[in-house]
């Protein structure tokens, strides 16, 4: 396996958070201890529940903001000081495309132009360079001139969502994070923008940290699939495997819970509680007041991810066994 | 046995512009119909115009009928004991169908005194009872709490508490788990099919989520563009799709388990109402399309015991999907 070229070790990011208007502040723990590695050229899937810290992840490994503890690497270097330089030329390797494709465009400037910022932001070719770049990159997208001299406002949903990603390409990054590309789009149209992103990988040699909460359209697009629970990633492994043969229990309900055409939902792990609170985390393992399978042990002990045969690592009593490794987490 | 619900012909236009283009449905008693398409294609606009909801300058004309009974054109007093009613409805989005400055006892409370004839300490009772029904803990207490300090998933729950306040014959539940994650999802819909079996009420779902629909629903009708067009027991839509809308759906779904499979995108994108193709709407993304398609659009004809579709080329279209050369 090629080196990786994202490198993440141990981030750790919390925020202030006010409970009503007057109430003290509590400290939330969006990001705990998450390390991951991307090697060259593969994607990893982030998925998890509405608040477990994917996009937070997303957005300290891209450098938009600083991880309390812990360190992000880029192609074996670690990330350099916002605003320098050799920040900036690390920035434009690497790029972002979000899930709103209307709130990430300016209604007012024609796409084409928008397409072209970042070339101008970086100063990169001659002003006919650019342009020649914008119109290969349309092209890219699948789309034509006649759509570069349009307003957002007048592309569908999945059209915009292309011109997003070929300004994100302008500067031929390495490396995407693609936060919910495609949440918002209708069925039909995700799967041509799926199957342009997973042409575009191949073409142009990409990687990617795709964040979804939409575990069919991870597994289409990813090799390697971090399920992440309140801030802590409680399972890693190969994406085909892994949804085939989750190991911690709350993948196992996450999988189980995915409707699928032609399964009836017996057998389904319906969970009991309510939605995890990341203000208010429980002790030991996070997930255990929800977990049809917890014990004893896992209000108190936080379990710790470790490997578990294959490429695969959980982060669970049951699934680790009796080798206890007490770590705190703090 | 005649249909519970049924709309025939149910077209809206607003402003001029043509929206839900003569619409067939009928829901049976006890039934769990599923509603899926394109956003856009006018599956909260039937249910809206069905009970008469739209606002004013929605043109609405066809026919929706109540046990026999007309409700297009009916008098306010007799739409008013409906809704809520006999015919309860999930909206899309719950935030802005709580009211934010009322306790939720005092919403639910509202509920059951227009539409069930219980007064004082019975009411109180009945509201407790529904917050229990639908799994909100500490039921008793809760009642005394403002919609934000529930969750989502909460949120939602009572939501189905007041849909069922009025102990109706059917439920119209739109997009009722979109917002939520998975797992609270699963919850919310074990959650509506027991109470559905438990008193067998009819239920509409309408969902852009091909499996929530193909798991919770006896049959399903899928939406393109004001119309329906195709409609089967669920286990043979899936199973069988035969419009080419509902097979490009079918095939833009990623698979779950066995091997990936490049995606089978439907090309193209929606037709914009104002600017309706003649003919089959789809036919400028119909890989099946020909000069007859653009002729006049398809009516929903029967193929098969209780399938009907809406395609003038459904059997070339059904061979395509078994691989037996159209032709
Ligand atoms: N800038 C911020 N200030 C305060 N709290 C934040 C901030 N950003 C994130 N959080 C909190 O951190 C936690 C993790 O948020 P994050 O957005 O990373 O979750 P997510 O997994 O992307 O969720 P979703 O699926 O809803 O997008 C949440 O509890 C969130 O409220
Ligand atoms: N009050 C209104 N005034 C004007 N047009 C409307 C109104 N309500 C809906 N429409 C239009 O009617 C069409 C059908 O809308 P509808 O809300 O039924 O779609 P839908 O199938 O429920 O989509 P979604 O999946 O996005 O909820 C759309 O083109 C919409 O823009
Ligand atoms: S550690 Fe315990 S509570 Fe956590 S997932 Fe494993 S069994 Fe469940
Ligand atoms: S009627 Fe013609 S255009 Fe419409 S779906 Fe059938 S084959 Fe395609
Ligand atoms: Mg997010
Ligand atoms: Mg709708």
């Known amino acids: 396996m090629s080196p990786p ?29 998450v390390s991951l590695a991307i090697a060259k050229g593969e994607t990893l899937g982030l998925v998890g529940e509405s608040g477990s810290g994917k996009s937070t992840t997303g957005r300290i490994v891209l450098g938009l903001e600083p991880p309390d503890r812990g360190e992000v690497r880029f192609d074996g270097k670690p990330m350099a000081t916002p605003g320098t330089a050799a920040w900036r030329a690390q920035r434009a390797r690497m790029q972002m495309i979000f899930q709103d494709p209307l709130g990430a465009l300016d209604r007012r400037l024609p796409v084409a132009t928008q397409i072209r910022e970042p070339l101008d932001i970086h100063g990169l070719g001659s002003s006919a360079e650019r342009e020649d ?59 041509q923008v799926v199957n342009l992103l997973c042409d575009l990988q191949v073409q142009l040699s990409l990687t990617l ?68 609170n990341p203000a208010a985390r429980p002790q030991g393992c996070a997930f255990h007041p929800r977990c049809p399978r917890a014990i004893a042990r896992c209000a ?17 009593h049951l699934v680790t066994g009796p080798r206890v490794e007490r770590r705190d987490a703090a | 046995m005649s249909p519970l619900v049924s709309i025939q012909g149910l077209s809206v236009a607003f402003n001029g512009v043509p929206v839900l283009r003569g619409v067939d449905i009928a ?55 409906v809704r809520g009613g006999r015919v309860a409805m999930i909206f899309q989005d719950p935030a802005s169908a709580l009211n934010p400055v009322l306790t939720i006892r005092k919403q639910l409370c509202e509920a059951l005194a227009l539409h069930r004839d219980l007064q004082g300490e019975a009411v109180k009772a009945e509201a407790k009872r529904l917050l229990d029904l639908v799994g ?91 119309r329906i067009v195709e409609q089967a027991p669920s286990n043979q839509l899936f199973a069988d799709p ?36 003649g003919g089959c709407a789809f036919a400028p993304r119909c890989a099946l399309a020909e000069e007859a398609c653009g002729l006049g659009a398809p009516s929903l004809a029967p193929i098969a015991n209780d399938r009907t579709v809406a395609c003038i080329r459904a059997e070339a279209s059904r061979r395509a999907l078994l691989g037996i050369a159209a032709e």
């Not at chain 2, 388990?257 to 089978?264: A, E, K, S, V």
Request: hydrophobic content about 45%.
């Open chain 1, 5 to 33: 070229l994202v490198e993440v070790s141990g981030i750790s990011r919390s925020y202030a958070m006010r409970s009503g208007m007057f109430g003290r502040s509590t400290a939330v723990h969006a990001v705990d201890g």
């Open chain 2, 27 to 81: 829901l049976g008693k006890g039934e769990a119909l599923g509603l899926v398409g394109e956003s856009g294609s006018g599956k909260s606009v039937t249910w809206l115009a069905a009970l008469g909801l739209l606002p004013r300058h929605a043109r609405v004309s066809g026919s929706v009928r109540l046990d026999g009974r007309e409700l297009l054109g009916a008098p306010a007093t007799e739409l008013d004991r």
């Open chain 1, 300 to 316: 108190s002990e936080v379990p710790v991810l470790s490997a578990v045969g294959g490429d695969r690592q959980v982060a669970c």
């Open chain 1, 133 to 191: 770049r914008v119109r290969e990159l349309l092209r890219a997208v699948e789309l034509t001139p006649a759509h570069g001299a349009r307003y957002p406002g007048a592309l569908s949903g999945g059209q915009r969502q292309r011109i997003v990603l070929a300004r994100a390409l302008a500067t031929k990054p390495d490396f995407l994070v693609c936060d919910e590309p495609v949440s918002a789009l209708d069925v039909s149209i995700q799967a």
């Open chain 2, 242 to 277: 035969v419009h080419p809308y509902a097979q490009g759906l079918i095939g833009a779904l990623p698979p779950l388990d066995g091997p990936r499979r490049r995606l089978t995108a439907i090309p193209g994108t929606v037709p914009d109402p104002a600017h309706m193709p």
């Open chain 1, 209 to 276: 940290l795709f964040i979804s909460h939409d575990l069919r359209v991870v597994r289409q697009i990813s090799n390697v699939v971090a399920v992440m629970y309140l801030g802590r990633i409680v399972e890693i492994g190969s994406a085909d495997d892994l949804f085939a043969r989750p190991e911690h229990p709350y993948t196992q309900a996450l999988v189980s819970a995915s409707p699928a055409p032609g399964r009836r939902s017996a057998g389904r792990i319906v969970l009991a509680g309510d939605p995890p």
């Open chain 2, 136 to 226: 909100i803990p500490d039921a008793a207490r809760r009642l005394s709490a403002y919609p934000h300090e529930f969750s989502g998933g909460q949120v939602q729950r009572i939501m189905i508490a007041m849909a069922l306040a009025g102990n109706p014959d059917v439920l119209i539940a739109d997009e009722p788990t979109t917002a939520l994650d998975a797992t609270i999802q699963a919850q919310i819909l074990e959650l509506l099919s027991t109470i559905r079996r438990e008193m067998s009420m009819a239920m509409v779902l309408i969902s852009h989520d091909l499996g929530v629909v193909a798991e919770n629903c006896d049959r399903v009708a899928v939406m393109y563009a004001g």
